[in-house]
């Protein structure tokens, strides 16, 4: 059974930093791209970054290029300079790697539970 777990979520000044992790367990790891999305209140969930394990592939929203960073392994998501608009809940997301991925969060089969982040101003 696949399982995602987030972690690291929190509350910061905007123009600070925060480091998110996904503990990930239940599929062959080295197959499959791993993605970060967000959810904000009142709008739809939204693709952040996803590493694809398969191949090494990175893809990032234009929102976040130059300031968050997913490393591979564990994708753990790396926030820097945040913003206020960044206040959101973050998912963890899997799919599998050997095949077309992008960053809409239909595409993706496998969720966390999510991690809430929030920028203060």
């Known amino acids: 059974e696949v399982h995602l777990v987030e972690s690291g979520g929190g509350l910061v000044q905007a123009g600070g930093s925060l480091r998110l992790s996904c503990a990930a367990s239940g599929f062959a790891f080295e197959d499959y791209a791993i993605g970060w999305f967000r959810q904000a209140p009142g709008k739809e969930r939204e693709g952040v970054a996803y590493?694809?394990?398969?191949d090494g592939s990175r893809e990032y929203a234009d929102s976040v290029k130059g300031r968050f960073t997913i490393s591979s392994g564990s994708a753990t998501l790396r926030m820097t300079n945040l913003k206020p608009e960044d206040t959101a809940v973050y998912y963890c997301?899997?799919?599998?790697?050997?095949?077309?991925?992008?960053?809409?969060?239909?595409?993706?089969?496998?969720w966390g539970q999510g991690t809430q982040v929030t920028v203060s101003s």
């Open positions: 997301a899997a799919t599998y790697g050997l095949g077309y991925v992008e960053l809409r969060p239909s595409t993706w089969g496998y």
């Open positions: 590493i694809n394990n398969a």
